[in-house]
């Protein structure tokens, strides 16, 4: 599956390494992301926790609060604080934030959601779903990755 994608915060301490290919990339445009980049969408990679390897450095948990009252923690770089990776409740997966591969042109967006606050001047692709808030894990994502997922949750209905 290609090579190993490697990527790190802007001081270098922390370098993380993914085992394999992400499950699905979303590029999502909600309040919450754009509030937390300073930016009008963030792009994901989801992966299996035991598939991101840091390598470098030790990622300091930071708990942000998002509006609909949770926290979302981010996994940032104690020195430079740059926001490598994060994760939405569950510890299972983690969200890579593709800003910080080395080769951040390798991925692009398996889906868009939260659409509903993208900003105008943003026009997405053709043939790239878009919802706009969420969507039917089951219904977009492809078989090997659905497979993936139920690997490492928890059994649960
Ligand atoms: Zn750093
Ligand atoms: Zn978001």
Redesign the pocket.
Known sequence: MGERRQGGCACGEVRYRLASEPLFVHC???L??QRQTGSAF?VNLLIEADRLEVIDGAVQPVDAPRDDGSVQRIFRCPRCQVAVFSEYGRPEVRFVRAGTLDDPTGVAPDVH??TRSKVDWVTLPEGTPAVEVYYDTKALWPPESLERLKAVMPARR
């Open positions: 999502c445009h909600c919450n992301c963030v959601i939260f």
